[in-house]
């Protein structure tokens, strides 16, 4: 079954990282993008989906009712599995008792929050809108109101940030009744507001070694804590992997629905606009790529290894007809001369030390 990533572009406030396709604000634009949502829905009425991705952008920033309304608009369009994972994005501070109300009766059964640190000058100096104490608060009153499958964002490399204050973060977010978390490095994109301050020497970038010390430390830490890491960036108690995201990383069937989301389906990448206007007036494509099968096998390798798993030999063989020894023989080679891929069990996967250099070595496949 195919999965939904549905996009919602509005936020409280630009944090000072951010590149998505998110806009503080635009309040009076909200219920005529719901409204364009749930037409674009019904282009793709009756699909089958097992799981559904509310993401953003702020899903939260909308209202009680604004989320109410989507939600129902799945159900009403699409073929829902019982047991399918509903996931919304949520951040500290924008979630209330009537929100979670809404999530809950609308069948959302996960809920992604995006803490990133439990420091407040960390998180001052990024710009978020909220304060670690707030978002112990968040993660527990949802827990508190029955969600069992609570997911927490934290970030590494950030401004003002040591080896302390993440174990700090670590230590916050593991005494929380989490069951999954996911720890990205902050990257610096242009044009973002905190570049400007890492080119001014405001902050200074923690260096390489430092920033594979950290992940080295959350790999350790989370493992002796109960969760296993099953992606290069992200951790799970067992079971509670995103099912979601784990349809991009083996190449499953996707739909993306909303601003900038795109779609894999039929071979197909598609990509919806990013200009808000032309998606409210109710055009949402604008380009799509029909990709061969070169594309596929390197997107496969690129995305299945980032699984600690990594990537079945049989599985490759059966979706390509072609051995995956035979299509890669120089990369395979390679990285495994330089213990960076190991193959056992059927699977291809990256070593510890490859997990180092995961980008390099993915390159080598596309
Ligand atoms: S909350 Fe997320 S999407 Fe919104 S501005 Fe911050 S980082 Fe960007």
């Not at 940030?161 to 973060?169: E, P």
């Not at 890669?328 to 069990?345: M, N, P, Q, V, W």
Request: proline content about 2%.
């Amino acid at each position: 079954m195919k999965g939904l990533y549905i996009h919602i572009p509005f936020c409280v406030r630009k944090c000072e990282y951010c590149d998505f396709v998110s806009f503080p604000g635009m309040e009076r634009e909200r219920d005529a993008y719901i409204s364009a949502l749930i037409s674009e829905m019904e282009l793709y009425r009756g699909e089958s989906l097992d799981t559904v991705f509310i993401g953003g952008g702020t899903p939260t920033a909308l209202t009680a009712e604004q989320l109410s309304r989507l939600l129902l608009a799945v159900h009403d369009n699409f073929d829902i599995a019982s047991g399918a994972e509903i996931t919304v994005e949520a951040n500290p501070g924008t979630v209330t008792d009537e929100k979670i109300s809404a999530l809950l009766a609308g069948g959302v059964d996960r809920v992604s929050v995006g803490v990133q640190s439990f420091n407040d000058n960390e998180l001052k100096a990024i710009g978020r809108i909220h304060d670690a104490e707030t978002a112990k608060e968040t993660v527990e009153k949802l827990y508190a109101a029955g969600f069992e499958n609570i997911s927490l964002d934290l970030m590494a490399s950030l401004p003002y940030q040591t080896m302390d204050s993440f174990k700090h973060s670590l230590e916050a977010a593991v005494a929380l009744p989490i069951k999954h978390i996911s720890v990205y490095s902050l990257i610096i994109e242009e044009g973002t507001p905190i570049e400007r301050k890492y080119k001014d020497g405001v902050y200074k970038l923690p260096d390489e070694d430092t920033d594979r010390e950290l992940y080295h430390f959350t790999a350790e830490f989370l493992r002796r804590r109960g969760f296993e890491r099953y992606e290069i960036s992200n951790y799970a108690m067992p079971g509670y992997e995103s099912r979601h995201n784990l349809k991009y990383w083996t190449y499953a069937e996707y739909l993306g629905i909303g601003l900038a989301a795109h779609s894999y389906l039929d071979g197909m990448r598609r990509y919806n606009t990013s200009d808000i206007k032309k998606y409210l007036s109710g055009s949402f494509g604008e380009d799509e790529t029909i990709l061969t099968d070169d594309d596929k096998r390197g997107e496969y390798m690129m995305l299945g290894l980032r699984k600690t798993e990594g990537v079945s030999a049989a599985a490759f063989k059966k979706l390509f007809g072609i051995g995956l020894y035979d299509s890669y023989k120089a990369a395979i080679d390679k990285f495994t001369r330089a213990g960076a891929l190991e193959f056992s069990d059927g699977f291809l996967r990256l070593t510890e030390r490859g997990l180092d250099i995961a980008n390099t070595v993915m390159c080598e496949f596309i």
